[in-house]
């Protein structure tokens, strides 16, 4: 049944679900491009934490903002070489979506040759590692231990979210890039430079993404594979939030990371159901919300009622 | 060409992942290009279509041939190897029956998914897809009777009975073409035609089009029977191919390998579907040379390839950012009679 | 749709340079290796020695994807075995020599089956991997037809147990390691547990045939899947203890890989129930480097983890194998690299016994090698289905030596006799 170490698991996992799903809403909202490189961003906040854990950097404090800047560095060096120049091409969301494809499977197999080389440089297999960073101390509730990671990862949830409220609602860039999210051509006429404000966007995406990646080694494991292994469920997480609201992102973080841990015991204990079906909850649990509460509103916002509306014309 | 490489068994196995890709490229194509559906679940009927043929010739096969036990045990394995080859007509006659089957079906369960995504609308369409597509999928690797995460192997291949390899790979890639020409003039006639001028108001304005009374959730439904049927057969078509299907093959990454082709090659048209997979499946399948280039390098070379590969996408639609065919205008009577004109115009 | 701006200099001066290298590479290829892209008998650019025969081997392994770090570590096994394979050779006298193809599958079916068919149209016929049972299934008919000889150093799925076909396995069944699992748990005390294992072939083949051999010897075990590929198993580890704690189970019989293995000990060191019962485990997750961290390797020796694997641990061929490679890399060899190794092996000395290159003629050849070959994964016999006929196995723990933890092997399991050092 629900124990301590479920609702823990629903706390962590939730955490790390929301840091790195609302900068995924945040730079669709602005930019309108499905992006397959935020899979990078977390693999590359993974593995910054762990080269330098392996150098002996054992301290999150030092960890955390080395991999922001990481990801940082690479989503604005995105937008230079890639998306920036096929907008400017005339090119339409879906190719840019493919665009970071192509850049996905750049990045992927680059960070596996690195690895490669860290390999013969580090002498132990960066394939798989977890490095166990930590900056607080662990306390002891009776038979269950908090890892000190588990505070400093509360600790790293609160301050971002305070930071991103605050800058997104009471700074003038924050407004700039709301006032870009809602509407770009509105948003230049009226002077923001738009090119700066995406390129911000992203810094603070790629950023984001990259400490919910080093989280996610400290806490799990860190694969080459781990971007992939996480985007499926942190693109439901988005859905849930609409792909426009970071409210209910980070509300739906905790309603996926619930229905895998404290949904999927019950049904366990109770029917039997076996956890290897874990995948299977968390996709129903995003279906069952979009379907009954469409995030865009019913059909969309569009008028489907069709034929209910023609009949009730046609009495 | 004396290199020692196998030129021929090269192209026919380029053309059979050729000619599969670019059917569910047109499939897609339909939906996304034409329709302005974008579905992130192609791979959903792919596998579908793909179990649908494993589950009905193995079935057919023990029948026929008085064989009881699981579909998924070794026991089936071995019988059915022992008698692929027995009786060609068996083969044949299944494949064909396969085909039809998987068309409808797939086609059906396509047009039931369009149920729930109307009511997410367009810009969630395509993620309720994927979602029922990785349920089925999970949902598969635990149904024991299609031997759960084991999948089905030893499928008879339908030209099993002749015993030159490259005879039937061969005739069998020939098979995958006449099939994929099948496909494209069905698409392009469906495009050509009025039907296909109301994918195009939806795709392009759909309030507007909902305004003019057209009854858009029913085109929608329809094009997804449709491409869902296209992309059934696909799966018919590799189930027959690899000789094995299995839960795990049809993961979202392949229908993102999908997108790419008809991205690259273009979208709107059903010629920029087949050059698109025609190009994508060609560079991967030669980009092995890659790995001959750097026999022991201090990174494995297949590393090296897929960042090249990556590389190569970003900078083709750098150059060409509306895909390698652009949108052509729609081929109607009206257009005959006008560029006629013209043509008579410039050549009187 | 709106007109495209030109391109700016910057982006021709790069688009320009990708292309450049790329035509470079082509154009130096074309130039520097002269059409050496056959494989069977050529002659090496040297005629005043005599003809120097070079025979190609294929490999498909997994170096991306959920087996990746396994299959790297793997790539330096194979170069190691071609290298000393060559040696070897030189030193009978022969003037042959042996070369590589390694093409990366991503551990995915389709991926094996292309790389088999590039490596059949470049001429190898023999081919070693594909490492996962799917993949076996997946090129299986492929190089029947083509008469490709496909040697796995690691499908041990038994529904792939075919005789007569191109596909050999020179790794030992899982049912014979269920059954010295099994007689380890029993031995150690324990007649009541949970089997927490891959919802895939291997480890539903794996807890079927432990379930079968426990209760043989008056045992009760309960299976548990948990769901392959994800990335963290925090949730299913949450439900183990539950369901450890209302079975009253004293024991957890694990069979994972590598990376689930490690991310599932890691969750269970946290856990209070978890971390009281003993723990038991297939080869899987042996060599993982996770495990020897401080902290995890405190827990392990305090809950004394215990595994089999499937080496010989007398062979002192092994033990010699085991330390270079750890002192060449720095890992453990991880499981199955013996039977890697050895494949190269059994594959280089059929394709010497065959005389010819020819697919046919190389299968005949390969059981009559490998019931004579006796390698650094113990003595090769194959049985009428290809796959390996002895197997024994090591059992295995962490022990601490000096400030360092490593893995020890602390007794080993025979024909169904099974051996414990004193003091463990």
């Known amino acids: ?315 | 060409m004396t290199l020692g490489f196998d030129v021929l068994g090269f192209l026919i196995s380029w053309i059979t992942l050729f000619g599969t890709y670019a059917i569910i490229s047109m499939s897609l194509n339909l939906e996304i290009g034409f329709t302005g559906m974008a579905d992130f679940g192609k791979v959903a009927f792919y596998g579908i279509g793909a179990y649908l043929a494993a589950t009905i010739t193995a079935i057919i096969f023990l029948v026929v041939n008085g064989i009881k036990c699981p579909l998924h045990s070794v026991e089936a394995i071995v019988a059915l190897k022992k008698c692929a080859s027995k009786n060609p007509l068996l083969n044949i006659g299944t494949f064909v029956l396969c085909l039809f089957v998987t068309f409808f079906v797939t086609g059906g369960i396509g047009y039931l998914i369009s149920y729930p995504t109307l009511r997410v609308g367009p810009a969630f369409l395509g993620i309720t897809v994927l979602s029922f597509g990785e349920l089925l999928r999970i949902f598969m690797r635990h149904f024991e009777p299609t031997g759960g995460t084991k999948g089905l192997a030893g499928i008879p291949h339908p030209l099993a009975w002749i015993s030159n390899p490259r005879l039937r790979d061969g005739i069998y890639a020939l098979v995958i073409l006449a099939i994929m020409l099948l496909t494209y003039l069905v698409s392009e006639r469906i495009a050509n035609s009025p039907f296909g001028r109301i994918m195009r108001t939806v795709r392009d304005d759909e309030i507007a089009s909902l305004c003019l009374g057209k009854h858009v959730p029913r085109i929608k439904a329809s094009v997804f029977f449709l491409a869902s049927g296209f992309a059934g057969i696909a799966g018919v078509l590799l189930a027959y191919y690899l000789g094995s299907v299995n839960p795990d093959m049809f993961v979202p990454a392949v229908t993102f390998n999908v997108w790419a082709m008809v991205i690259f090659g273009g979208m709107g048209n059903n010629k920029g579907a087949i050059v698109g997979s025609a190009v994508i499946t060609f560079v991967d399948r030669i980009s092995f040379v890659v790995n001959l280039l750097f026999p022991e390098a201090i990174i494995s070379p297949d590393y090296i390839r897929w960042m090249i590969i990556g590389v190569l996408i970003l900078v083709t639609l750098l150059f060409k950012p509306q895909g390698l065919v652009p949108e052509s205008p729609m081929k109607s009577p009206a257009l005959k009679i006008i560029s006629d004109e013209l043509e008579g115009d410039n050549g009187a | ?424």
């Not at chain 3, 025969?53 to 991306?64: A, D, E, H, R």
């Open chain 1, 1 to 315: 049944m629900v124990g301590p170490t479920e609702l823990l698991n629903t706390v962590w996992i939730g955490i790390i679900y929301m840091i790195i799903a609302i900068p995924l809403t945040l730079s669709y909202r602005v930019t309108r491009i499905i992006n397959f490189v935020h899979i990078n961003f977390i693999t590359i906040g993974a593995y910054v934490g762990v080269i330098l854990f392996l150098q002996g950097v054992n301290s999150l404090l030092l960890l955390l903002p080395a991999s922001f800047l990481f990801g940082a560095a690479i989503a604005v060096l995105n937008h230079f070489i890639a998306f920036s120049p096929l907008e400017k091409r005339g090119a339409n969301p879906v190719i840019l979506m493919i665009a970071s494809l192509g850049l996905w499977i750049f990045y992927k197999y680059m960070i596996y040759a690195i690895l490669d080389l860290g390999q013969k440089v580090f002498r132990t297999n960066l394939f798989s590692v977890i490095p166990r960073a930590t900056s607080l101390p662990s306390v002891s509730l009776g038979n269950y231990v908090l890892s000190g990671h588990f505070f400093a990862a509360l600790l790293v949830a609160g301050v971002i979210i305070t930071i991103l409220y605050i800058l997104l609602s009471k700074t003038a860039i924050g407004r700039a890039i709301r006032a870009v999210a809602d509407n770009p051509i509105l948003a230049e006429i009226s002077g923001i430079p738009r090119e700066r404000v995406v390129s911000i966007t992203w810094a603070l995406c790629g950023g984001m993404a990259a400490i919910g990646g080093l989280l996610w080694a400290v806490f799990a494991i860190a694969t080459p594979e781990v971007g992939d292994a996480l985007i499926l469920q942190i693109f439901a997480v988005s859905v849930i939030g609409g792909l426009e609201s970071l409210l209910w992102t980070g509300i739906g973080a905790f309603i996926i990371s619930g229905a895998e841990n404290i949904l999927m015991s019950i049904l366990n204990a109770t029917l039997g159901v076996p956890v290897s079906f874990r995948p299977f909850i968390s996709f129903s649990a995003l279906l069952l919300i979009i379907l009954a509460k469409p995030p865009l509103g019913a059909g969309g916002g569009l008028p489907y009622r069709f034929k209910v509306g023609l009949e009730r014309f046609k009495r």
């Open chain 3, 1 to 424: 749709m709106a007109e495209g701006s030109k391109l700016g200099n910057t982006q021709k001066l790069v688009a320009i340079l990708f292309l450049g290298l790329l035509i470079g590479l082509g154009a130096g290829y074309a130039l520097f290796s002269g059409g050496q892209l056959s494989a069977g008998p050529v002659e090496s650019p040297q005629p005043a020695l005599a003809e120097e025969k070079v025979y190609k081997i294929g490999f498909t392994i997994p170096l991306s994807g959920e087996l990746s770090s396994v299959g790297k570590l793997w790539e330096k096994a194979i170069y190691m075995a071609v290298d000393d394979l060559n040696e070897e050779i030189k030193a009978y006298g022969l003037n042959v020599r042996f070369e590589l193809v390694v093409l990366d599958d991503k551990t995915k079916e389709e991926d094996a089956l292309k790389n088999i068919q590039s490596l059949n149209q470049l001429g190898i016929k023999v081919v070693i991997g594909p490492a996962a049972s799917s993949q076996v299934k997946a090129v299986m008919n492929y190089a029947d037809s083509n008469k490709m000889v496909i040697i796995s150093p690691s499908s041990t799925a038994p529904t792939l147990a075919i005789p007569g076909d191109f596909v050999f396995r020179n790794t030992g069944s899982d049912a014979l390691q269920a059954k010295a699992l099994a007689s380890l748990v029993s031995h150690e005390g324990f007649k009541n547990v949970v089997v927490f294992h891959r919802d895939d072939e291997y480890g539903r083949a794996f807890a079927d045939f432990f379930k079968k051999e426990f209760s043989a010897i008056g045992g009760k075990a309960e299976s548990m899947p948990y769901a392959t590929g994800l990335s963290d198993y925090a949730s299913e580890v949450a439900g183990l203890s539950s369901k450890v704690q209302e079975l009253g189970a004293d024991a957890v019989v694990l069979i994972s890989f590598d990376t689930d293995g490690a991310n599932i000990l890691s969750h269970a060191k946290d856990d209070p129930v978890l971390s009281n019962t003993r723990w038991f485990s297939s080869e899987g997750i042996h060599g993982a480097s996770e495990l020897l961290q401080p902290e995890m390797a405190k827990f392990l020796i305090k809950i004394k983890f215990l595994g089999t694997r499937p080496v010989f641990r007398e062979n002192p061929l092994y033990k010699e194998f085991a330390e270079r490679f750890k002192s060449e890399t720095g890992d453990y060899p991880p499981v199955f690299t013996d039977k890697v190794y050895d494949a190269v092996f059994l594959a280089g000395w059929s394709i010497l016994r065959a005389g010819e290159y020819d697919g046919e003629a190389i299968k005949k050849a390969l059981p009559l090698v490998a019931e004579r070959y006796y390698g650094v994964s113990g003595w090769c016999i194959l049985d009428e289905n290809g796959d390996r006929l002895m197997q024994d196995y090591a059992i295995w723990g962490i022990a601490q030596s000096g400030t360092a933890y490593e893995f020890k092997d602390i007794g080993s399991w025979s024909a169904g006799a099974l051996t414990m050092e004193a003091g463990d």
